[in-house]
């Protein structure tokens, strides 16, 4: 069975400073890792997907993510965070057809 | 933009009452599915259907849950009986076939039942 644990429920970064959001899953296949981005009131936006191609993924708004298949992990990492980038993220893994099971999120917060 | 639209963007509906949510997907995605979010939780799957069809419903979709997707084409949420319960925002989503596609979802639908 498939699923997704995002190891920090709040991250707080300064303006400026590195972002990094965890991510570990389990699955019995290859999977699809998505994560996705969710403003206040807003519904999910796709910031990057990893689907068995390089394991170093870049998305948009200059977020990037590791597939790491010994550490069944797909972190998410930004350089440098902006206010903007302050939300709600979540990590999402499928391994069929129709599934795809969501973490609870990860809560930004970008300090100025 | 032709991205996924939900109507209403919120609703709010004394208990007892029937709610109707509406999803047009993306035009070319055969795929469609419907999402319940709460506050601080991530989206929680209730169906999916392809095409019309409606292959798999969740065990969070009790029996005053419906969904249809009549032409293949746009589809509805109906709730009936709403109980406080409900309060949450309903997500659609659309995809193309396959494994591992992305899904694009819409704004969603905030319910609240006072």
């Known amino acids: 069975a498939q699923s997704v644990t995002q190891l920090d429920s709040h991250v707080s970064v300064s303006e400026g400073t590195p972002v990094l959001l965890r991510c570990n899953y389990s699955?019995?296949?290859?999977?699809?890792l998505f994560w996705y981005v969710q403003h206040p009131n807003k519904g999910l936006q796709l910031l990057l997907k990893?689907?068995?191609?390089?394991?170093l993924v870049k998305g948009i708004n200059g977020f990037e993510a590791e597939f790491k298949k010994s550490e069944t992990s797909f972190h998410l990492t930004k350089p440098s965070a902006h206010m903007s980038d302050a939300a709600e993220y979540f990590c999402?893994?499928?391994?069929?057809?129709?599934?795809?099971?969501f973490g609870t999120g990860t809560r930004l917060k970008v300090l100025a | 933009d032709t991205g996924v639209s939900q109507d209403p963007r919120h609703k709010i509906t004394k208990r007892g009452q029937n709610v109707t949510f509406r999803c047009d997907p993306i035009?070319?995605?055969?795929?469609l599915y419907w999402y319940r979010q709460t506050l601080g939780q991530g989206p929680e799957f209730l169906t999916y259907?392809?095409?019309?069809?409606?292959?798999?419903k969740s065990r969070l979709l009790s029996d005053r849950f419906s969904a249809e997707r009549p032409k293949g084409s746009f589809s509805t949420l109906e709730i009936q009986r709403t109980e406080q319960g409900d309060s949450a925002m309903y997500l659609c989503?659309?995809?193309?076939?396959?494994?591992?596609?992305?899904?694009?979802f819409g704004e969603g639908s905030w319910l609240t039942v006072v």
């Open positions: 989503a659309s995809s193309l076939d396959g494994i591992g596609n992305t899904i694009y």
């Open positions: 699955s019995s296949y290859s999977p699809s």
């Open positions: 990893y689907t068995s191609a390089a394991t």
């Open positions: 999402v893994v499928s391994d069929m057809a129709y599934k795809y099971i």
């Open positions: 035009s070319e995605h055969n795929r």
């Open positions: 259907f392809q095409n019309e069809a409606q292959l798999e």
